[in-house]
């Protein structure tokens, strides 16, 4: 097995707990909505944005327009508003790096790993999560859907982070929690890969990568062994 010079990580769900700040949030945007007066089920209104994020994207920025248009026949601004900022609030609280993120990055910047992102979230959105979470000064590069193109597990964007970072495929990493895009797309090129199973939301049980991680920072652990044998 080749050096590891760098490590790739996914940004949701394998450095950030995305799913876990989406479920407060958009708990909190219901409740805003109901406290300003619109007259909805609690638990069927979050079922139902939920189902809309799942059919548009959970990136999408119109969620709520789509949710009020179903709920009232149209977007009240009272509402609305009400929902957004209520949702920013509780997303601003409960948007936070796993356990250990922060302690493996600069572990393995110290040990002079290069480091960077590939992320299918639109670049405005990534950048802001990884300023958000002070995590910035960590990469190298960050590579979004807006950067390639393409969204994993396309070879696009993973090629355009090593040729940023200068690194082969063989001497590195790609850490994710979606095995069929951060596992088989890192996997194409050549890359070492690592199941983030801390991260993981479809309970994945054989992620098909060279390593299953329970905590980020056994990374620490296995490019450390890797690399006094090489």
Known sequence: M????????????????????????????????????????????????????????????????????????????????AGIVAYRRAREANLMAYP???????????????????????????????????????????????DSGKRKPSEVPFKLCLESLNLEPKNTIMVGDWPERDVVGAKKIGMKTAFARYGDTFGTVNSGADWDLDNIYELVKIIKQNNELN
């Open 2 to 81: 080749s050096k590891i010079k760098g490590v790739i990580f996914d940004l949701d769900n394998t450095l950030l707990d995305f799913m876990k700040m989406k479920e407060f949030a958009v708990k909190s945007a219901v409740k805003g909505m109901i406290e300003a007066g619109l007259m909805v089920d609690e638990e069927l209104s979050y079922n139902e944005i939920v189902s809309i994020y799942e059919k548009f994207g959970w990136e999408n920025q119109k969620v709520f327009d789509v949710f009020l248009e179903k709920q009232t026949g149209s977007v009240q601004h009272k509402f609305l508003a």
């Open 100 to 146: 250990n993120v922060n302690k493996t990055l600069m572990a393995l910047a110290k040990s002079g790993i290069k480091l960077g992102v590939v992320s299918d979230a639109p670049s405005r959105e990534a950048w802001m999560r990884i300023y958000y979470l002070n995590l910035y000064h960590f990469f190298d590069v960050v590579i979004t859907f807006d």
